[in-house]
C-alpha cells in the first residue's frame, strides 16, 4: 500500500550543484504532478504530466527539468541549483475518476 | 487565471470550540473543490471535497459547503479535537487541462487542551 513514494526526505546542496527528486507511484495513475511548498504559502506548480512521455511546464518551472518515461516515475531534476530552490518539494498523482490528488511525504532542499 | 483565498492564520482555537476557516475563489468554468490537512511532517491528505454547486463535503466531522452565488467553500467544525492541529489548504481543481489544482496559503490551526 505504498502510493507516492519520494526520496530523498531531506538534502542539502552547494550553489551549482544538481540533484533529481525521484517520485514513484504504484495506483497507476495517469496524471503526476510536482509542486514546491515555501514557509507559510500554499503549493506552487512546477511541472506536470498527463502520461508517459508527455510533460508541461506549470507556474513556477524555471531551473527544473522534468522526464517521464513510464506511468510510475516522475523524476524532479534540478540543473544548477540557487539559493532561490530552497524549499520543500512535493510529488503528487492524481485519481482521474474522483479528482483526488495523493501526495508523498515530501523532499525537504536546502541550497547553500 | 484561477486563484483561491484563505483565510489569515494561525488560528488557535481551545478543545471543543467552533472552527471556521474562511476560502473564496476565482475560476473560470466550474471547478471542484478541496479541502486537504497537512500534518506536520507529511504531504498532504484530501479532507473533502465538493463538485458541483450546493453539494455538501464532510469527513471526521468537517463540512464545507460549495457556494457558487458567494464563489466561497468555507470549512466548519462544530468541536475541535487536539488531534486537529495541522495546516488546512483550501484548493480548485480544473475538470479540464490536466486536473491542475490551485491552492490558498493555507491557514494553520492550533487547539490546546
Known amino acids: 500500500n505504498a502510493g507516492v513514494t519520494q526520496t530523498p526526505k531531506f538534502r542539502i546542496l552547494k550553489i551549482g550543484q544538481s540533484m533529481t527528486l525521484q517520485c514513484t507511484q504504484d495506483?497507476?495513475?495517469?496524471?503526476m504532478y510536482w509542486y514546491r511548498q515555501d514557509p507559510g504559502m500554499g503549493l506552487k506548480l512546477i511541472y506536470y504530466?498527463?502520461?508517459?512521455?508527455?510533460?508541461d511546464k506549470g507556474e513556477v518551472p524555471n531551473g527544473y527539468n522534468v522526464s517521464r518515461s513510464t506511468t510510475e516515475d516522475f523524476p524532479l531534476r534540478l540543473e544548477l541549483a540557487a539559493p532561490s530552490q530552497t524549499s520543500v518539494y512535493f510529488c503528487a498523482s492524481r485519481d482521474r475518476a474522483s479528482e483526488k490528488l495523493f501526495f508523498g511525504s515530501g523532499t525537504q532542499l536546502s541550497v547553500l | 487565471g484561477n486563484s483561491v483565498t484563505q483565510m489569515e492564520g494561525p488560528v488557535t482555537l481551545s478543545e471543543e470550540a467552533f472552527l471556521t476557516i474562511n476560502c473564496t475563489y476565482t475560476?473560470?468554468?466550474?471547478?471542484?473543490l478541496f479541502w486537504y490537512v497537512q500534518y506536520p511532517g507529511e504531504g498532504l491528505q484530501l479532507l473533502l471535497k465538493a463538485t458541483k454547486a450546493d453539494d455538501k463535503g464532510s469527513n471526521k466531522g468537517f463540512e464545507a459547503t460549495y457556494r457558487k452565488e458567494t464563489t466561497s467553500f468555507h470549512l466548519e467544525k462544530g468541536s475541535v479535537q487536539v488531534s486537529d492541529s495541522a495546516v488546512y489548504f483550501c484548493?480548485?481543481?480544473?475538470?479540464?487541462?490536466?486536473?491542475?489544482?490551485?491552492f490558498g496559503d493555507g491557514t494553520t490551526l492550533t487547539v490546546k487542551p
Open positions: 504530466s498527463v502520461g508517459a512521455g508527455i510533460t
Open positions: 484548493a480548485l481543481s480544473e475538470t479540464t487541462n490536466a486536473g491542475k489544482s490551485t
Open positions: 495506483m497507476n495513475h495517469n496524471y
Open positions: 475560476a473560470t468554468g466550474y471547478p471542484s
